[in-house]
């Protein structure tokens, strides 16, 4: 519990002083995306990682948060601390609510279906010209603004975002370590097992599903008031898989993994500068070895292996 | 305590269980034995809310449970352990147990999260309640081993301890003594028997006859889908029925 | 007027409809052998097109070769696939499943891109462009053919599930993998043949379609999505239910595009494909089958 605290304290400083460390204008705004993408990549990995229910269409969940704040505050010129709220509310519902028949599907066909209602969703961002601004995209979105502050630049933006990274973090620890998380897990090992115990393993994923979707609209609001502009083409089929990648890559079931993992993903089309979009190849090839070769993501596989090398190196010098 | 009527099965044209009948007396350790595809496992999940059945009832102290969830009988205080261990094999050994305490706390999703002071304190009072299961098994000492890692043996024992923390009245078990050593089989039957001193219903399936004549107060034997037999172990031992089942006479 | 209208868009939808019946039925060979659903199934559709069009331009080969050698291509890749990525992996959960065919869809499209770039290419039809008239419709030689390909296909596929060895083996284990593993089926070898039957059928499918379509690096994603839809309604099954089931779903998107919104063309498919998913699990023509469930 201790060690716990300190490491979460120890993670929080260091994020908290990062900015003076790569203090680069640009690096800044990547930084910020990291923010973003840890956010999510948690929001993914409590379903996938803890409950072990896969979802294809979280860049949905993470479009409609952003699109409803975004709608809300330009076309009905809510203040943003209020529209924040109202989005995460109507996405946590409508999870709850698709959830229900979602999840009485496994495995493959959980997949398939929250991949079609991942595209559906992206369909109507599309298509509600009226609404969403269609593909050309929806702008003027205000930036957030507290006590005379007005959250306009990278680094403002960037102890803006991180803060509420930070807090779920938390969340997801506090969540993974206590009697909930506990039952998520047991419902991952073993279902039948789960329930004998008492375990509604039904509700549960439903309510795990809604959480991740309210965390993920959360993502989508903060998005929208830090850049101002959305289009359809952040929340498409692709993205989602992306969040898969970074969940799988920092290591399911393991918070500080996501964060590990969006930030390999975020910084990653930033040193392939100048590979344009092949980056895409790398994702393909990465999920697949990461599969294959270190199932528990980077942060399980890179101790695991630092130990095997450093062992055989001892039996080495034994022999 | 539990009473069963009339329950039938059917997967798809054959008859696993037909009009199974009996009664089992509070406080009781009941065997229910027979011949491989007797269908005593399939028995077993509809009772405890794994199958449903063709047909017929099940009644819990007076209640009519036919066709509850697992998770709504967990609540009203039966459990059961299965044939192939079902440990939740990520999770370590004292976290397992603690699963077991679900029904007997209930800070939801947002208190947990935030970490509110009673969830704390209930925290706390879960943990208190595995260890004290987990020292009654006998494996605290592996309380911080992984589940998955244990031997088959004290995964059973884990499979136990996990099960009681529900705090059941009643509790039915798989082929508890599948795949255990004799000295293993040994320390069962006194947990078994330890298990019934704290006031707990004991139902089990069992092979192992050694085991079944020594600590059941009274035994069903089915054959075929249907109830064969019902007495004391003497009775079941001497009765000619039971006899040919198992000797496969055809008289 | 509207009865020519909808004729026509019966007609052009029933062509689609056939290219995604053989896309699903390359799923469900592949999910019947193994219990794996394939999400690298589009790109083999992607490939049939693109490679015939390599054969064509660079080999300056005629289209009755450079099909034949599209397909192969198409099916080492298929068996390379299978080999690298799925035989080897050590924990075969679907999740672990789920994410390595999806990696493998990624990286084959990826290589596509590297290779065709990311313009949209044509092949020729196969028998000029003339539209045929038919009532007060008309359609183009191009969807007779498909049409016809699709049927010869269906019925080869039928003739080799029931009437050869192999394929009385591959149906064996659909119904059990382990019974079929008992009684001395090398089920290693089957699964490799779903993988070959299935990668083969989609270039096939990616060939025929593409004089209609035109054809991409990213064409797989959709197509592969609407023919796993295709197997849905069709309750995975790799014969006749998931003819129907693609006819379905082609006439039913090519109704909805013509006659409320094209723009909400792509969502129909999905739309249905989360009811049949909701209501009937199953597939529309399936038994009760708690397995997918």
């Known amino acids: 519990m201790k060690r716990d605290l300190l490491l979460f304290t120890a993670f929080s400083l260091f994020i908290m002083v990062a900015p003076q460390i790569f203090a680069g204008g640009y690096l800044m705004n990547v930084l910020v995306f990291v923010g973003i993408n840890t956010m ?42 209020l529209a924040m709220p109202i989005a995460a509310c109507v996405v946590g519902s409508l999870a709850y609510l698709i959830g229900l028949p979602v999840l009485k599907l496994k495995g493959h066909y959980l997949a398939m279906a929250t991949l079609g209602l991942g595209i559906i969703i992206y369909i109507v961002f599309n298509e509600t010209v009226d609404l969403t601004g269609g593909p050309s995209g929806l702008s003027g979105i205000p930036n957030l603004h507290v006590a005379g502050i007005t959250f306009d630049s990278d680094v403002k933006n960037y102890y803006l975002i991180w803060g509420v990274t930070l807090a779920v973090m938390l969340f997801s620890l506090n969540l993974a370590g206590s009697r909930v998380g506990r039952a998520l897990r047991a419902v991952h090992d073993s279902e039948v097992a789960a329930q004998v115990l008492g375990v509604d393993a039904r509700g549960l994923k439903v309510q795990i599903f809604a959480l ?39 290591g399911l079931g393991s918070i500080y993994g996501s964060f590990l993992g969006a930030a390999l993903l975020t910084l990653l089309p930033e040193i392939l500068r100048g590979a344009n979009d092949y980056d895409i190849i790398i994702y393909g090839a990465l999920l697949m070895v990461m599969v294959m070769f270190m199932p528990g993501g980077l942060v399980r596989g890179v101790p695991a292996l630092f130990r095997k090398v450093f062992s055989r190196k001892a039996e080495g010098g034994h022999a | 305590m539990l009473e069963v009527t009339g329950i039938t099965q059917i997967f798809g044209g054959v008859t696993a269980l037909d009009t199974v009948s009996f009664s089992i007396a509070k406080g009781d350790i009941t065997g229910v034995i027979g011949p491989n595809g007797a269908g005593k496992t399939t028995l077993f999940n509809i009772i405890t809310g794994i199958y449903h059945q063709t047909a017929g009832t099940v009644t819990l102290e007076g209640k009519n449970i036919t066709g509850l969830p697992p998770e709504k009988l967990a609540r009203l205080a039966m459990v059961r352990t299965f044939q192939n261990i079902e440990l939740f094999g990520g999770m370590t050994v004292l976290e397992n147990v603690m699963v077991g305490m ?16 009673w969830s704390i304190s209930e925290e706390r009072r879960i943990r208190a309640g595995a260890m004290k299961w987990l020292e009654f098994t006998g494996i605290l000492d592996l309380a911080d081993h992984t589940a998955g890692s244990l031997p088959f043996g004290k995964g059973r024992l884990l499979e136990i301890a996990r099960a009681l923390a529900v705090e059941p009245r009643i509790m039915l078990m798989d082929e508890p003594a599948a795949g255990l050593n ?22 089990l399936v069992e092979h192992d006859m050694e085991l079944v004549m020594d600590i059941c107060d009274r035994i069903v034997v089915l054959n075929l889908g249907k109830k064969l037999a019902e007495g004391t172990p003497r009775e079941i031992q001497e009765s000619p029925e039971v006899i040919a089942a198992y000797l496969g006479d055809d008289d | 007027m509207q009865f020519d209208q909808i004729l026509q868009y019966t007609l052009s939808g029933l062509s689609t409809g056939a290219i995604y019946a053989l896309i699903g039925i390359g799923f469900s060979i592949i999910y019947n052998a193994t219990g794996i659903i394939n999400f690298a199934q589009g790109e083999f559709v992607m490939l049939g097109g693109l490679l015939t069009l390599s054969c064509l331009d660079l080999l300056k080969l005629p289209l009755w070769a450079a099909i034949p050698c599209a397909v192969a291509v198409s099916t080492v890749v298929g068996i390379l696939f299978e080999r690298l990525a799925i035989r080897p992996l050590r924990h075969p959960t679907p999740i672990n499943l789920v994410i390595i065919t999806i990696g493998g869809s990624i990286l084959i499209r990826g290589l596509a891109m590297l290779v065709w770039g990311k313009d949209t290419h044509t092949i020729p039809a196969f028998s000029g462009d003339a539209p045929i008239a ?25 003739v080799y599930f029931y009437h050869t060895i192999s394929g009385k083996a591959m149906r064996a284990c659909s119904y059990n993998r382990r019974a079929a593993g008992l009684v001395g089926i090398d089920v290693k070898r089957m699964v490799l043949f779903s993988f070959i039957i299935s990668s083969a059928m989609g270039s096939i499918a990616g060939i025929i379609v593409a004089p209609l379509t035109m054809t991409a690096y990213d064409v797989g994603v959709m197509l592969g999505l609407k023919g796993f839809c295709a197997a849905i309604i069709g309750g995975m099954s790799s014969g006749i239910s998931t003819v129907i089931g693609g006819l379905i779903l082609g006439v039913l998107e090519s109704l909805g595009a013509g006659l409320i919104s094209s723009g909400y063309k792509d969502a129909i498919a999905f739309i249905i494909l989360l009811l049949i998913l909701f209501i009937r699990p199953q597939g529309l023509f399936g038994k009760a089958d708690s397995e997918r469930v």
């Open chain 2, 102 to 117: 679900h029904t007997k706390s209930s800070s939801g999703l947002l208190a947990c999260a935030l970490k509110m002071p």
């Open chain 1, 212 to 250: 991740s979707a309210i965390i993920s609209s959360l993502a989508g609001s903060l998005y929208a008031h830090t850049m101002t502009f959305i289009s359809p083409a952040s929340f498409g089929f692709n993205f989602s898989i992306e969040l898969l990648t970074m969940v799988v890559i920092g």
């Open chain 2, 182 to 203: 004799s000295q293993e089989t040994l320390g069962l039957s006194r947990l078994i028997k330890q298990i019934r001193d704290l006031g707990i219903t004991v139902v």
């Open chain 1, 40 to 81: 999510l990549a948690i929001a993914l990995n409590l379903l996938l990682g803890y409950a072990g229910q896969i979802s294809l269409g979280h860049a949905g969940f993470f479009g409609l948060g952003a699109y409803l704040s975004g709608i809300l505050t330009t076309t009905y010129s809510l203040n943003p601390w």
């Open chain 3, 134 to 158: 038919i009532g007060g419709a008309t359609i183009l030689p191009q969807h007779i053919w498909i049409l016809a390909i699709t049927l010869i296909i269906i019925m080869v596929n039928k």
